[in-house]
């Protein structure tokens, strides 16, 4: 019988993932480790690394302690935490957790943009506070009766986000790089241009580099003081500064945020608005889809120590079918 694999887990140690990747090799586990140096330092040559969290930012240095490394298993959609060019210039398989969140974070979206455009936290609030007895909680200034939502984004997600916009009955165009041909939404090129044209903006692209603050101060004006911001992708996709100052000074109507650009710590202007809603980063967050999130960490290490191709892996580190198990 072939000998198990080492793995190096990072972060927090759920219980499905330590029970899944135990079965099928020997689990290094960095959350033990009273000096993660010396930790690191004695996995210098494993060839898998399993993420639960981004807690640590796989950079070039930090891959590069591993000279043999050829798999990061990573939970989550997002991957900018992992240096994955150089990985992938350097034969390392990088995967993450795409398609079974789809469903969960689409429908925390719609559930975002309805709080937002209804205010119902704020309608909430004046409840328990005691209000209503006093006098009906005011009319909403905005309703998505009249709105055009443009998304920021068209990948899996975005187009489970569109489905459902669908059924609500309200339009939606899109602005990526390329146009998808097989849907029937318009397509922007010019990001300034779209957001000229709709008063709701969703944002669901990846984060990183290429789209870091690409919702900045013009794209903000363009939308518009009748505008209304909504991001489930990354903090960094929306320059946080302008978005404020554009709250205040009226230029938008109201955001709805699920991601900020320092999680867990969210700028304190931010929470002083009312006319903004603030979601702890819960895209995705509920059990069923968390653990199966977790199961295909899992899954994605096992086909791997089987001397299979990995399940799913990023873009810019295709498996090489050359490598053994």
């Known amino acids: 019988m072939a000998e198990k694999p080492d793995v190096v887990l990072i972060g927090p140690l759920k219980p499905l993932v330590v029970r899944g990747l135990e079965a099928v090799s020997t689990l290094h586990k960095a959350a033990e480790a009273k000096d993660r140096d010396e930790f690191y330092a004695a996995c210098a040559g494993m060839r898998a690394i399993a993420i639960c969290a981004p807690v640590e930012k796989l950079s070039e240095s930090f891959l590069s302690r591993f000279p043999k490394l050829e798999i990061v298993s990573s939970f989550g959609v997002g991957y900018d935490h992992i240096d994955a060019k150089w990985a992938g210039a350097h034969g390392i398989t990088v995967t993450n957790t795409p398609d079974v969140l789809t469903e969960e974070v689409a429908d925390t979206a719609l559930g975002l943009l309805i709080c937002t455009v209804r205010e119902l936290p704020q309608a909430e609030r004046y409840l328990r506070a005691g209000k209503w007895v006093e006098k009906s909680f005011p009319l909403t200034r905005a309703t998505l009766r009249n709105r055009t939502v443009g998304m920021v984004g068209m990948g899996a997600i975005g187009q489970a986000i569109a489905r459902r916009l669908d059924a609500f009955g309200v339009p939606v165009v899109y602005h990526a790089r390329t146009k998808r041909a097989e849907?029937?939404?318009?397509?922007?090129?010019?990001?300034?241009?779209?957001?000229?044209?709709?008063?709701?903006?969703?944002?669901?692209?990846?984060?990183?580099?290429?789209?870091?603050?690409?919702?900045?101060?013009?794209?903000?004006?363009?939308?518009?003081?009748?505008?209304?911001?909504?991001?489930?992708?990354?903090?960094?996709?929306?320059?946080?500064?302008?978005?404020?100052?554009?709250?205040?000074?009226?230029?938008?109507m109201a955001a709805g945020l699920?991601?900020?650009?320092?999680?867990?710590?969210?700028?304190?202007?931010?929470?002083?608005?009312?006319?903004?809603?603030?979601?702890?980063?819960?895209?995705?967050?509920?059990?069923?889809?968390?653990?199966?999130?977790?199961?295909?960490?899992?899954?994605?290490?096992?086909?791997?120590a089987a001397g299979k191709p990995p399940l799913t892996p990023v873009a810019e580190t295709p498996w090489r079918s050359s490598r053994g198990g």
């Open 258 to 304: 699920d991601v900020f650009v320092d999680e867990p710590r969210v700028p304190a202007e931010l929470i002083a608005m009312d006319n903004v809603v603030l979601l702890p980063h819960v895209g995705s967050a509920s059990v069923f889809t968390r653990d199966k999130m977790d199961q295909l960490v899992v899954d994605n290490i096992a086909a791997w």
């Open 183 to 252: 849907l029937p939404y318009r397509h922007y090129p010019s990001l300034v241009d779209m957001a000229r044209d709709v008063d709701t903006l969703m944002m669901i692209v990846p984060g990183g580099a290429a789209t870091k603050n690409m919702i900045n101060a013009q794209v903000l004006d363009a939308l518009g003081d009748n505008g209304i911001v909504i991001n489930m992708a990354r903090g960094s996709v929306v320059d946080e500064p302008a978005l404020i100052q554009a709250l205040k000074d009226k230029r938008i």
